[in-house]
């Protein structure tokens, strides 16, 4: 069964930091493209970070550039979201996704999907 578990999401004030983490099973992470992507109340679902297996290249999106960093543990099959410097403006829910070896950081490309984890920043 494949399946993609989130945990990490949390309440931080501004300027603070956050870790998701995003356990795979039932299939192996590393031959996948992985992502994540949020949606904050009344907007659509947006493409945060993203990296092909392919060639591990990695796609931030330019509100987040240079605060948040996505990676994966291959021994573990799970993949991470650092977050730094947190603004109001990053509140949503948070899912990580899994898909073809060659996705772009679009939400088609993306087949499989966690739960969601909400990460609220507020002072």
Known sequence: QVQLVESGGGLVQPGGSLRLSCAASGFTLDYYAIGWFRQAPGKEREGVSCSRSSDRSTYYA??????????????????????????????????????????????????????????????
């Open 62 to 123: 330019d509100s987040v550039k240079g605060r948040f960093t996505l990676s994966r543990d291959n021994a573990k099959n799970t993949m991470y979201l650092q977050m730094n410097n947190l603004k109001p403006e990053d509140t949503a829910v948070y899912y990580c996704a899994a898909g073809a070896a060659g996705s772009s950081c679009v939400e088609a490309d993306f087949g499989s999907w966690g739960q969601g984890t909400q990460v609220t920043v507020s002072s």
